[in-house]
C-alpha cells in the first residue's frame, strides 16, 4: 500500500519579505502570517508537495523536497 | 530549479515585497533549465528597469543596458556570436515605449533572440507611470483621473512587425508560462512572451487590485485559456486578458531571401 509522503520544507528566513503569496497559494493552510505579519509555517505535516509555494515565491525562499526514508 | 543559475550572494534582490519579477525569473531560469541549454552558452540582456534588474541575479553571462536598448545591443550579441541563446528581459516601458522602435523592427527583420516582457502595466523603477501598455482609465502617476489612451495589444503589435512567435501568459500560471517560454527559447527566429507580473507598489496600490497576494491569485480570473476563450462571446470576455500561443510560424528571412532570388 502507499504510504504518505512526507515533506520537508526549507525556509529562507533571510530572503523572505513576508510577502504573503505563499500563505495565499497553498491549498493545505501549511503557512500563516503571524501576529506580527512575518511569515510563519504552521501545519509542515499537511504539505502535499504541489509546489505552488516555491514556484510562486518572488524571493527563491522556499524549497519543499520529498522526505524518503528507506 | 537550478540555484547554481543564481548568484547567490547578491540576494535578497531588490524588489519589493511580492514583486511579480522574482517569479517570473524563476520561470526563466526553469525553461532554461528544461531545455538542458549550456548555461555558458546563454546571454540575458537588459534595458532600465525593475524588471532589467533580472539578469544581475543570474549566473549566465549578462548585459544590463541602456533605458529601451537591450533589443539592439542583444541583435548585435547574435549576430556576433550565433551559437549562443541570447535573451531579452524588458518593462512593458522599456519594450514598449523607449525602445518600441527597436522592438517593431527587431521583429521584422525576425532577428533570432527571444524578447520575454515582465509587463506590469506601469513604469515601476520611476514611481508608477502609465505606460504604453497600461490600460485605459487605469490610475497612475501620470495619470491620476485615468488612463485616456488606449493601450498597445503588445501580442497584436509584435505579431503585425513580423514576430514569428509570439505568446502571452502569467506568472500566476507557472507551467504554461514556462511551456510557453521553452517554444519561445528554441524557436527560430523572433519570439516574444508577454509575460503578466504583478507591481503592487504602484499599479496594485494605485488601482485598487489588492495586496501582492491577491493580485497574483487573481489572474485565475482575469486571464484566461485561449482555448477557453474561443469558446465565449466578446460580452463573456469583457476586461479579461487572452492567454497562449498567438503566433508560431516559420521564419521570414530565409523565405523572403529565396522569393527575392526567384523574382530576379
Ligand atoms: C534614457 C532614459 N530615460 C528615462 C529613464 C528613467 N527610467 C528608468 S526606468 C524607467 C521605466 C521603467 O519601466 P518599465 O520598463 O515598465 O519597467 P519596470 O520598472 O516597471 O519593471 C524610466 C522611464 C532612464 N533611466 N533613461
Ligand atoms: S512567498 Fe516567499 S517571500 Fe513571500 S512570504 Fe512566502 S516565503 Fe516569504
Ligand atoms: S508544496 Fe504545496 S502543500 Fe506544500 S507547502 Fe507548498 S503549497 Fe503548500
Ligand atoms: S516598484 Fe513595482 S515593479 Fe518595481 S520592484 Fe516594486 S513592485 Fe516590483
Not at chain 2, 524588489?15 to 522574482?22: E, F, H, L, S, T
Not at chain 2, 531545455?35 to 552558452?41: A, I, S, T, V
Not at chain 2, 527566429?189 to 488601482?207: A, E, K
Request: aromatic share 6%.
Amino acid at each position: 500500500m502507499a504510504e504518505k509522503k512526507t515533506y520537508k520544507i526549507a525556509h529562507n528566513r533571510k530572503w523572505c519579505k513576508n510577502c504573503g503569496i505563499c500563505v495565499a497559494v497553498c491549498s493545505k493552510h501549511v503557512y500563516e502570517m503571524d501576529s506580527n505579519d512575518r511569515q510563519a509555517i504552521v501545519n509542515p505535516q499537511d504539505c502535499i508537495g504541489c509546489q505552488m509555494c516555491t514556484e510562486h515565491c518572488p524571493d527563491f525562499a522556499l524549497i519543499v523536497v520529498e522526505v524518503r526514508d528507506e | 530549479m537550478r540555484s547554481d543559475f543564481l548568484r547567490l550572494e547578491r540576494l535578497p534582490d531588490i524588489w519589493c515585497p511580492g514583486c511579480g519579477n522574482g517569479v517570473a525569473l524563476r520561470a526563466l531560469l526553469e525553461a532554461i533549465e528544461q531545455l538542458g541549454l549550456d548555461p555558458d552558452k546563454v546571454v540575458l540582456v537588459s534595458g532600465i528597469g525593475c524588471s532589467s534588474r533580472a539578469p544581475a541575479y543570474t549566473a549566465f553571462d549578462n548585459v544590463h543596458t541602456l533605458h529601451g536598448r537591450a533589443i539592439p545591443v542583444a541583435t548585435g550579441i547574435k549576430l556576433a556570436n550565433p551559437k549562443l541563446t541570447v535573451i531579452v528581459i524588458t518593462g512593458d516601458g522599456d519594450s514598449s515605449a523607449i525602445g518600441g522602435n527597436h522592438l517593431i523592427h527587431a521583429a521584422r527583420r525576425d532577428v533570432d533572440i527571444t524578447v520575454v516582457v515582465f509587463n506590469n502595466y506601469n513604469y515601476g523603477m520611476t514611481g508608477g507611470q502609465a505606460s504604453p501598455l497600461t490600460p485605459s482609465s487605469s490610475i497612475t502617476t501620470t495619470t491620476p483621473s485615468g488612463n485616456l489612451d488606449r493601450p498597445f495589444d503588445l501580442v497584436n503589435l509584435a505579431a503585425g512587425a513580423g514576430a514569428t512567435y509570439v505568446a502571452r501568459s502569467g506568472i500566476y500560471f507557472t507551467k504554461h508560462l514556462v511551456d510557453h517560454l521553452k517554444k519561445a527559447i528554441t524557436h527560430e527566429g523572433f519570439s516574444l512572451v508577454d509575460t503578466i507580473v504583478q507591481c503592487p507598489t504602484y499599479y496594485g496600490r494605485f488601482n485598487k487590485r489588492g495586496d501582492a497576494a491577491q493580485m497574483l491569485v487573481s489572474q485565475k480570473d482575469w486571464l484566461v485559456l485561449k482555448s477557453v476563450a474561443e469558446k465565449k462571446t466578446p460580452e463573456q470576455l469583457a476586461g479579461k486578458v487572452i492567454i497562449g500561443e498567438f503566433v508560431n510560424i516559420g521564419r521570414h528571412g530565409p523565405a523572403a531571401a529565396s522569393t527575392m532570388k526567384e523574382q530576379a
